[in-house]
């Protein structure tokens, strides 16, 4: 049973996944500021050509 216990402690492919996880993570919330902070000049913009149109 010692045994089991140990290869289980040594097994290190879940902490591949989790670091992938958190890797991902990162980029995403990278991805959703960036957006964020070029989303309201888009808006300006696009209303500007909007009402030029009309």
């Known amino acids: 049973m010692k045994a089991v216990f140990k290869n289980f402690a040594k097994d290190e492919s879940g ?14 919330v990278a991805i959703m500021t960036i ?16 009402t030029k149109l009309q």
């Open 15 to 28: 902490a591949t996944a989790i670091e992938y996880g958190l890797i991902a993570a990162g980029i995403s």
């Open 35 to 50: 957006v964020y902070s070029i989303g309201g000049s888009l808006v300006t913009k696009f209303t500007a050509i909007n």
